[in-house]
């Protein structure tokens, strides 16, 4: 099932400046480090073979569309439908975008929108008048969600919880415990407020790993339990309208399950033509190389934190590309379960103001300089700052401004 007009990697490559030609250079002709690259003079994003497709490098995370701190519905499939038009191919999920709502009995967070964020895509690419068959879907399963009983009560559903290009949210969109406002034939499940019991018979919740972002009363749960990580799937692609999902990723290793056998849910879904193409996330390179070994050419991509303020430690990228992996990165700008050292982002705010654009956009723009089967799929709340993301793709830094970056991230 490998992609067989994927280019051959050279290990090498990774962390050095890939070969641009004309058609990746900012602006016109004769445009320089000093020109801002605005929607007017941005060059056409180069297509790269993944998943089956050709996409640009620069995708769009939706997990800020679709959780706490999220705009209303209208102005989300907005984004969505902004991000498409300027020419995003690769949309990422998850089952578990979705708002908990209250506190379940054994420790996850019963929904009031389960599904939300997988039936948002499914709705904002329905209602898109552009080539549909030229995007690519991506979900994770794996993860639950978490809502912790506090003494000031719940926040308010678009109280901001992850920094994006811009401060402005917009209202929040809510729905009624136990179905999906906008689709009412999803009813939430009994495995999203009683999961699975595990083969000891203990509650999930006394052995699953928590995900929780400091002064946030939300977070998340594993639970990557093959019969659960199977029927999750099952239930991405009704949510999605589609008979087999594009790209699917294991959301994280789950401490309590072998991670073979987590592996195995997704071989199972590849040889039940569930998933066309298998990926994972939150993996260390142990665990990269257990995933090639058991998935072979079914597995094409790693979902990996990368960004300046977490460039890689453990070197998996490099690991990647010795493998011919793709490597896609989550919360390239940051994130908001860690702590962000704003100091590594210094040198790339100096970079953009020279050049008169916004520091995320020279991020972004850097990132894909590391590999050139690297993808990132940053987030957004509104038009605004999807449309400033995806021209980073036409942003060429030059080797002068390369050397302060790589030196600024180097240095931390």
């Known amino acids: ?47 790269v073979p993944f998943a089956g497709k050709r996409v640009p490098r620069l995708g769009m995370g939706t997990m800020a569309l679709a959780i706490e701190g999220r705009p209303d519905r209208n102005t989300a499939i907005g984004t969505i439908h902004a991000a498409l038009d300027a020419g995003v191919r690769y949309l990422d999920t998850a089952w578990s975008y979705y708002l908990p709502s209250v506190p379940g009995a054994d420790g996850t967070g019963v ?17 898109w008048d552009g080539p549909r068959d030229e995007v690519l879907v991506a979900t994770k399963t794996g993860y639950r969600r978490t809502i912790d009983v506090t003494p000031d009560g719940p926040r308010t559903p678009n109280e901001p919880e992850e920094e994006t290009s811009s401060p402005d949210v917009p209202g929040a969109h809510i729905t009624h415990i136990g179905e999906s406002a906008e689709h009412p034939e999803f009813p939430a499940p009994a495995g999203t407020s009683a999961p699975v019991p595990n083969a000891s018979g203990e509650p999930p919740a006394q052995s699953r790993q928590r995900l929780q972002a400091a002064g946030s009363r939300y977070g998340w749960m594993a639970d990557s339990r093959p019969e659960t990580m199977i029927r ?30 987590t592996v195995g849910a997704l071989k199972t879904l590849l040889d039940e033509g569930v998933i066309r ?14 995933a090639h070994a058991m998935l072979g050419d079914g597995l094409i991509a790693v979902q990996n934190q990368f960004s300046p303020s977490h460039p ?42 020279a050049r008169g654009c916004s520091y995320q956009r020279v991020v972004l723009a850097w990132e894909m300089t590391r590999y050139d089967r690297l993808f990132t799929i940053p987030s957004a709340r509104n038009p605004h700052e999807i449309r400033d993301s995806f021209s980073a793709t036409g942003m060429r830094l030059e080797d002068d401004e390369l050397a302060l970056l790589d030196a600024g991230v180097a240095g931390r």
């Open 1 to 47: 099932m490998k992609d067989v007009n994927a280019s051959p990697v050279n290990a090498s490559i990774v962390n050095a400046r890939p070969v641009n030609d004309e058609s990746a250079r900012v602006g016109q002709a004769g445009a320089g480090p000093g020109n801002a690259v605005t929607d007017a003079n941005a060059a056409p994003a180069v297509a």
């Open 111 to 127: 929904a009031a929108d389960f599904g939300y964020g997988e039936l948002l895509v499914r709705d904002a690419l329905a209602s």
């Open 232 to 261: 999750d799937a099952k239930e991405s692609a009704r949510h999605l309208g589609v008979d087999a999902l594009d790209l699917l990723y294991s959301h994280g290793p789950d401490p309590s399950v072998p991670y073979e056998e």
């Open 277 to 290: 193409y298998a990926g994972v996330s939150r993996v260390n390179n142990e665990q990269i190389d257990v």
């Open 312 to 353: 890689d430690p453990e070197g998996t990228m490099a690991h990647c590309a010795a493998l011919g992996l793709d490597f896609v990165c989550w919360s390239p700008l940051g994130g908001f379960l860690d702590p962000v050292d704003a100091r590594a982002y210094e040198p790339f705010k100096r970079v953009a103001a």
